[in-house]
């Protein structure tokens, strides 16, 4: 008799979920999606919009940017922050210049253990009415810890006043007194979260505007005791260096001039690459905008490419 060569036995594939139903993998999916991404599922199929829309866990962090914010209204910001069922934790609102304070007061009367409001360049809110939602949240108890009020209207230096005050009553270790803030571009980023202030604007010495309030990052500016002299200010007072984040000079600003609309003090501009032809650099932020030339290394900025284009063409006319 011949001996028999054992076979191992491949297991039989899952069955397939019924034609028009979600795989189950994608319902663990659900709580790392953003905003945009959960309003799409409401749409996909019966099944999976009744799981997003009667999860309260996925809208406890409510997160509207861009093109989205230019849609949302007062109504239109209520019916989303309903379906958390008053268990809001965070909503951050950037650009949403529909939204008004009575429509946010709203939100936050439906959902008082809100403990993150971020609301930059919401021009629609006022400084009076950020004033009446902190009060209510400290009337009832809440635990509100971080606020980002960067370009709301009419803010002075009396509601920050109270603000704060309201803040550091219901949360001792919210004092924001000598925590630097230094410049770069994620800084000024809406829904920057590398920021641990309780509050995201200051009021400027120089211009005692409410705005974004930047330290130096050099050591000898810093180390400055009198204030008259402590280049500390907002970003229209002390122009900032894209790279290092410290002052620039009207010296650096004549001699450093670089291919995008940004600025950068002159020891960096030394030390990164430059248009083969103006000689000017961009900056980390722009660097998309750079031309390759075949030269290894080498480069040309959108300028110089679209005055060479102007040429070859006037050449090619005569």
């Known amino acids: 008799m011949l001996p028999t060569t054992a076979t191992a036995s491949t297991p039989p594939p899952p069955p397939a979920p019924p034609p028009g139903e979600p795989h189950a993998a994608l319902f663990f999916a659900l709580g790392y999606m953003r905003l945009p991404e959960l309003l799409a599922c409401l749409r996909v199929c019966r099944l999976l919009g009744e799981a997003v829309a009667g999860d309260p866990l996925?809208?406890?962090?409510v997160a509207v940017e861009p093109p989205l914010s230019g849609r949302v209204t007062d109504d239109v910001l209520l019916k989303l922050t309903a379906r958390a069922e008053g268990t809001l934790r965070s909503l951050r609102l950037s650009g949403c210049v529909h939204v008004s304070d009575a429509g946010l007061l709203r939100v936050v009367e439906r959902n008082p253990?809100?403990?993150?409001?971020?609301?930059p360049a919401c021009t629609g809110l006022t400084g009076d009415g950020v004033v009446k939602i902190v009060q209510l949240l400290h009337e009832q108890k809440g635990n509100i810890s971080r606020l980002r009020l960067d370009g709301i209207s009419r803010m002075s230096k009396h509601h920050l006043d109270i603000i704060m005050s309201l803040i550091c009553k219901g949360n001792p270790q919210g004092q924001q007194d000598g925590i630097p803030l230094f410049y770069n571009h994620r800084?000024?980023?809406a829904l920057n979260s590398n920021?641990?202030?309780?509050?995201d604007v200051d009021v400027c010495p120089v211009c005692a505007n409410v705005r974004l309030v930047f330290d130096c990052t050099r050591d000898d500016c810093r180390k400055v005791r009198d204030?008259?002299?402590r280049c500390r200010g907002c970003y229209f007072c002390f122009p900032r260096c894209e790279k290092c984040g410290?002052?620039?000079s009207s010296e650096d600003l004549d001699e450093a001039d670089l291919a995008c609309s940004d600025l950068m003090c002159l020891d960096c501009w030394l030390t990164v690459p430059k248009c083969s032809t103006c000689n000017r650099p961009y900056c980390e932020r722009h660097e998309n905008l750079m031309v390759t030339l075949s030269v290894p290394g080498q480069f040309s900025c959108q300028r110089c490419k679209e005055l060479g284009a102007s040429h070859e063409s006037q050449e090619e006319d005569y």
């Open 187 to 189: 800084a000024r980023e």
């Open 113 to 119: 253990s809100v403990t993150e409001i971020y609301v």
């Open 246 to 248: 410290g002052c620039i």
């Open 195 to 199: 920021d641990e202030r309780p509050i």
């Open 227 to 229: 204030s008259l002299w």
């Open 58 to 61: 996925l809208w406890r962090r």
